[in-house]
């Protein structure tokens, strides 16, 4: 889980590349959010940050969490949920603008509902349909 540090903000692991959150990346001037993963509660800036970190695979968010504060704001390290987030441009607390291609990766971090219904037709069970011209006695 998310440690604070010295300030009281949760520190962000990974290839991080200066105090806002950008990482080696995606360093752009509106690449200032971190992402705290379902899996280990950790943030990091990016995807390729915990893939090369962490020692486990990630997981994404599932839609039951979307009430979670799960988005770290680099500039006034204030903690978004994920519904806050995914609706906004820029940091609700000190207006400081998000990079709009992150929405592209989403689905890295976030459960969608497209995910979520495939995902339930994946472990829907199947129905046996008993081939025509079938030899079983009829009772």
Do not use: K
Request: glycine share 6%; with cysteine; net charge negative.
């Amino acid at each position: 889980m998310t440690e604070p540090d010295a300030s009281g903000t949760p520190r962000v692991l990974g290839a991080t590349v200066d105090d806002e959150t950008r990482c080696v990346h995606y360093r752009t001037e509106l690449d200032i959010v971190a992402i705290r993963f379902a899996c280990c509660g950790e943030y990091y800036p990016c995807h390729a940050c915990h893939e090369e970190a962490a020692d486990h695979p990630a997981e994404q968010w599932p839609l039951s969490e979307r009430g979670r504060e799960a988005v770290l704001c680099g500039v006034c390290r204030a903690e978004l949920t994920i519904d806050a987030y995914l609706v906004v441009d820029a940091c609700p607390v000190c207006a400081s603008r998000f990079n709009e291609r992150c929405r592209l990766h989403t689905h890295l971090y976030f459960e969608t509902e497209r995910g979520a219904a495939a995902a339930a037709l994946a472990t829907a069970p199947t129905r046996s349909v008993a081939s025509e011209g079938s030899t079983a006695p009829r009772t």
